[in-house]
């Protein structure tokens, strides 16, 4: 499994961005996909998840609200709207897929074996 994700930049604080992660291998629909975020001097950081299923989705307290995680099975792609960015929103994110992950470990980045390259989010205040 190969995972690329994009869309990061430079933006100033309350503005969007949008992040996308394309996924290689034909079974995406099959894996949880989640988003994480390092900023400097910080460990990695769980940000959202969304399950195979699409039934539930997941944040940080941190981001719940502003933040939308979504995937499109059809395109191999995921998403993750963020809104009314903060400062403390720069980071670069990561996005992260595993096959079987249970609820209780869908927050933890040891759950996941396949890591995109990451990209990096600038928020000015």
């Known amino acids: 499994v190969q995972l690329q994700a994009s869309g990061g930049g430079l933006v100033q604080a309350g503005d969007s961005l949008r992040l996308s992660c394309a996924a290689s291998?034909?079974?995406?629909?099959?894996?949880?996909m989640a988003w994480f975020r390092q900023a400097p001097g910080k460990e990695r950081e769980f940000v959202a998840a969304i399950p195979r299923s699409r039934s539930a989705t997941y944040y940080a307290d941190s981001v719940k609200g502003r933040f939308t995680i979504s995937r499109d099975n059809a395109k191999n792609t995921l998403y993750l709207q963020m809104n009314s960015l903060k400062p403390e929103d720069t980071a670069v994110y990561y996005c992260a897929a595993d096959t079987s992950i249970i609820t209780s470990s869908i927050r933890r980045s040891n759950a996941y074996r396949y890591w995109g390259q990451g990209t990096l989010v600038t928020v000015s205040s």
């Open positions: 291998g034909p079974t995406f629909s099959d894996r949880v």
